[in-house]
């Protein structure tokens, strides 16, 4: 059961990042990295590029390349912070926002979609499974589970 709950996650994460993706490019985008436009967006000031880098688990470098392709597109700003010249800040532009908003009328009848017909109690449930999951990849398999 274990081995096929663990495929089973991998295989829907991919196919779920995929089908994202492809919502992202209906909406109009050519394929901008949503997550980070999702990680900024409650950050109206911006955040560090290694506070968003920490936040989403990605290398600098990979995350440097998605935030230059989104500079490049006008959906965020980067600038050096003032008094560390070392340290950039990424902020979501007016664009960024609009973008987002318009895959989130997409997004959402997405969810709407794939969840129909689950159960609140099922998607709490596989809620915690997850999050214990994502704890114990991140923190190691003896982890404090979360509540």
């Given at each position: ?47 560090t590029l290694s506070e ?58 997405m969810r709407q979609r ?7 109690d099922d998607l709490a ?23």
């Amino acid at each position: 059961m274990q081995l096929q709950v663990a495929i089973q996650v991998m295989v829907t994460a991919r196919r779920w990042k995929s089908r994202v993706a492809d919502l992202f490019r209906e909406a109009g985008h050519t394929g901008a990295p949503t997550l980070v436009l999702y990680h900024l967006k409650d950050h109206p000031k911006g955040l560090t590029l290694s506070e968003l880098s920490a936040r989403m688990e990605l290398s600098g470098a990979s995350l440097t390349r998605l935030v230059q392709r989104l500079e490049r597109d006008g959906m965020v700003t980067r600038r050096r912070m003032v008094g560390d010249g070392r340290s950039w800040l990424i902020a979501m532009e007016p664009s960024g926002h609009a973008a987002l908003g318009a895959f989130d009328i997409h997004a959402a009848a997405m969810r709407q979609r794939m969840f129909e017909g689950i159960s609140d109690d099922d998607l709490a449930a596989a809620l915690r499974v997850l999050k214990i999951l994502s704890s114990k990849l991140t923190h190691g398999p003896d982890a404090v589970s979360l509540p």
